[in-house]
């Protein structure tokens, strides 16, 4: 079966910083765009980063960007999201997949129906 497995998250004071990987199991991440989403109870899921090409190409939600880091190592068949300057505001479930169709542009790696391989989240916690 085919899924991501996330890890990384816990709990980090505001001001902080966390590295949250996204592991492949069963295919190889490099061959597709990868996107990380977040979601907050009650909320939409939300795209925080995308590295969308073997370019590799990225994108960011306009909350992410400056802060943090989207990154691969396609040896380790993992994706990483690094996270600087954390707020409360910050706080959420974190989910990385795959994007079905290929490479999205900057109109539409955020749409999460687009994607596929969903892992089961890290949660990341941002309180003092």
């Known amino acids: 079966q085919r899924q991501f497995v996330e890890s990384g998250g816990g709990l980090v004071q505001p001001g902080g910083s966390l590295r949250l990987a996204c592991a492949a199991s069963?295919?190889?991440?490099?061959?597709?765009?990868v996107t990380w989403f977040r979601q907050v109870p009650g909320k939409e899921r939300e795209g925080v980063a995308c590295?969308?090409?073997?370019?590799?190409?990225?994108f960011y939600s306009d909350s992410a960007r400056g802060r943090f880091t989207i990154s691969r190592d396609n040896a380790e068949n993992v994706v990483f999201l690094q996270m600087n300057g954390l707020e409360p505001e910050d706080t959420a479930v974190y989910y990385c997949?795959?994007?079905?169709?290929?490479?999205?542009?900057?109109?539409?790696?955020?749409?999460?129906?687009?994607?596929?391989?969903w892992g089961q989240g890290t949660r990341v916690t941002v309180s003092s």
């Open positions: 069963g295919f190889t991440s490099a061959d597709w765009a």
């Open positions: 590295i969308c090409s073997s370019v590799p190409t990225t």
């Open positions: 997949a795959a994007h079905k169709y290929g490479e999205p542009g900057r109109g539409s790696w955020f749409r999460d129906y687009e994607y596929d391989y």
